[in-house]
């Protein structure tokens, strides 16, 4: 497809900073792609000056195959496609001294920083342990210290947890940890403080590539600013009315602090939209005229009208799953192998919404699946394969070393570790060693230290292995010598065992090809690990099914039919958001879920819903009146046609009969 003039012109400009306003289905990824190579073929910069940043992994691993699409290898060499969070990791590793850490540090997962913020916490309690945690995220993403947060706390709550951040803090560091907010925040610290490094980083990464603008936060954009230096050589590609992550730092107004940031800003307009068909346009441009606008633009298409939008009031949840699935069975059916279960999509607010529709779906025997589901590295089997390997990195990775020590089970119980866990607090060491010591040792019972010295000789004798030999050779031996097989078919039911042991060996043939393919030893491998979603979307490709999906996890892609499902008051937009004045939100998240539609867009609301145990009943979401009313068919209310018209039904079951007949 050829590229149209705003492309063109966003791909071809170098003449200083430059935002990329790309409205949703404009091609945005195929701009970056192609600049990419414009800068490499014809603009003369070497690709490894060259770094394009996106927010997830999976937009990284689209990027730069796509690359790889119009370049060869030897102009591949050296250019940097990653995340926000892999870039602050690659600084970090390289400045590690000037940051107070050893290269080896570890990075924790939300479980392990979970654990470290209950235990400070002195509370189990997972609401008062999230919102901890998630306050303190808050605060690094807006780069603020914890003795700045203790000065600004707002009320005795915030005053704890400012206090609780200092704790948190220095137990990271004497674990010699970060954990995800720390992997940009750190960097950035360093960067803004060092002159010297900051010409480093600025000199290596001359020109930068930066995706979704619009969910970046106060850290992210404070990194951007300090690697593009004040000539501001980069393209910010994003599109403000689909900033929807406000709720975890992203910070909208970022997209106007460009503009005074760098008064040379040039702005190019994407608003051609590939995607969808023009009536869908029609309904998202006026939904979303209802925010205030930071930048106009309105989408288009040469896709035609399309299909009219549907609006179906459903008695109830059960009913709305009924009439959805009923409508995704009656398409296939009728579209034979012209139309695959692939092409529908039914998107939701919150998760909760999805159980019936999976019941409805399980009922059809329709396959579907859910995204947003558990990730590959969520799974205890792998954790507990990689807290040996975090061990072998980093032996003052706390969290890693009890859980190592404690699986499977060697007879080193609560009384043993906590001996060793009061030796480490009051020497100021870590749990690996005091495990070490011979004073720590000798507190212990007989049993108990000789099973912590054969749990350490063999974590040297790993460490050794490990700095030397084969990476996937090496994991082998280890599950093999722990005994990790037999522990997870004794201790699962049925062939819940076998199961996770498929996954550990997953796990292991990945390390393993990693290491040949990049040489890499398997202390190498860990150094990058816990930032990969492995094997994410692993024969998405292949599967046809219906996606279900949160609202949320749907930006970025699309489907030929969507039904977006739950739109009422107090669900979408919900009563929290509107609570707190944050309908504007909500709202670009309605046209986030109405432009991941094709062809067909399907909304449904209840008119009574079960909160409680008690029944609610609802007013549609507001979201559906703002849409104009040429577009919009209302189906299933009082006074409006019904869900399945006299004439639809008789034709639905000619259909049905014509499709026996053939059979």
Not at 304 to 333: N, P, S, T, W, Y
Not at 375 to 404: M, Q, T
Not at 470 to 499: F, M, P, R, W
Request: hydrophobic share 40%.
């Amino acid at each position: 497809m050829k590229l149209n003039p705003p492309q063109r012109e966003a791909i071809h400009y170098l003449g200083g900073p430059l935002l990329v306003l790309a409205g949703a289905g404009s091609g945005k990824t195929r701009v970056i792609t192609e600049k990419i190579a414009y800068l490499i073929t014809e603009a003369g910069y070497p690709s490894h000056h060259i770094a394009a940043i996106t927010f997830t992994n999976k937009a990284a691993k689209e990027m730069q195959e796509r690359v790889a699409q119009l370049l060869n290898k030897q102009q591949l060499r050296g250019l940097t496609v990653c995340t926000f969070h892999a870039l602050g990791m690659r600084i970090l590793r390289e400045e590690a001294d000037a940051a107070g850490y050893k290269r080896q540090f570890s990075i924790l997962d939300a479980a392990d920083a979970n654990k470290i913020v209950a235990e400070l916490l002195g509370s189990s309690g997972r609401d008062a342990v999230f919102k901890a945690q998630h306050r303190i995220s808050l605060w690094k993403n807006d780069l603020i210290s914890p003795e700045t947060a203790f000065q600004i706390a707002e009320n005795e709550w915030e005053r704890q947890i400012a206090v609780l951040y200092t704790n948190y803090q220095e137990t990271l560091i004497s674990y010699q940890a970060v954990d995800f907010d720390d992997l940009i925040r750190i960097p950035t610290e360093l960067l803004r403080q060092n002159t010297a490094l900051r010409h480093k980083w600025q000199l290596r990464l001359r020109y930068l590539l930066v995706d979704e603008c619009q969910d970046t936060n106060t850290c992210q954009y404070a990194l951007m600013r300090l690697l593009t230096g004040a000539e501001g050589l980069f393209t910010a590609v994003g599109d403000d009315d689909q900033s929807i992550y406000a709720w975890r730092g992203a910070n909208m107004e970022n997209l106007r602090l460009l503009q005074q940031d760098y008064p040379q800003l040039k702005i190019i307009k994407l608003e051609q939209n590939y995607r969808s068909s023009a009536r869908i346009l029609r309904v998202a441009n006026q939904v979303i005229a209802h925010n205030p606008k930071l930048f106009q633009k309105t989408l288009w298409s040469e896709y035609g009208l399309g299909e009219m939008i549907d609006a179906i009031a459903c008695k109830d949840e059960q009913h709305e799953a009924d009439v959805v699935v009923g409508r995704i069975a009656h398409h296939k059916l009728i579209g034979g192998d012209a139309v695959h279960y692939r092409d529908f999509a039914v998107l939701y607010r919150g998760n909760h919404q999805a159980r019936v529709f999976e019941e409805a779906l399980r009922s059809r025997r329709i396959p579907y699946k859910l995204s947003g589901g558990q990730s590959f590295f969520d799974k205890a089997e792998i954790k507990d394969v990689l807290a040996y390997v975090r061990l072998l990195a980093n032996g003052d990775d706390d969290p890693a070393f009890l859980r190592a020590i404690t699986t499977p089970r060697r007879g080193i119980g609560q009384t043993t570790l906590a001996k060793l866990n009061d030796f480490a607090k009051m020497h100021q060491c870590s749990l690996f060693q005091a495990a070490q010591n011979a004073a720590a040792l000798a507190l212990l019972s007989t049993q108990s230290r000789a099973q912590v010295m054969l749990f350490m000789a063999l974590l040297s004798d790993y460490r050794q292995k490990a700095e030397n030999e084969d990476a996937g050779h090496v994991l082998q031996s280890l599950l093999t010598d722990i005994n990790y097989e037999n522990h997870l078919l004794t201790s699962e039911e049925g062939k819940a065992g076998e199961i996770k042991w498929r996954n550990v060996q997953d796990l292991a043939r990945w390390i393993a090809k990693k290491g040949k393919e990049d040489a890499k030893t398997l202390i190498d491998v860990a150094q990058t690990i816990a930032l990969m979603t492995l094997l994410e979307g692993k024969g998405d490709e292949e599967i046809d099914a219906v996606s279900m999906s949160t609202l949320h996890a749907s930006k970025g892609l699309e489907y030929p039919h969507v039904f977006l499902v739950g739109c009422e008051e107090g669900l979408f937009p919900h009563a929290d958001s509107v609570e707190e004045g944050n309908v504007e939100e909500e709202r670009r998240l309605m046209y986030v879920g109405i432009t991941r539609a094709q062809k067909t867009l399907t909304l449904t609301h209840c008119l009574k819903r079960k909160r409680a145990g008690a029944w609610q009943f609802l007013e549609p979401s507001r979201f559906i009146e703002e849409m104009p009313n040429e577009d919009v068919r209302i189906l299933g209310r009082k006074n409006s046609e019904p869900i399945v018209s006299q004439a639809e039904g008789k034709s639905r079951l000619a259909d049905m009969m014509a499709l026996l007949d053939k059979k």
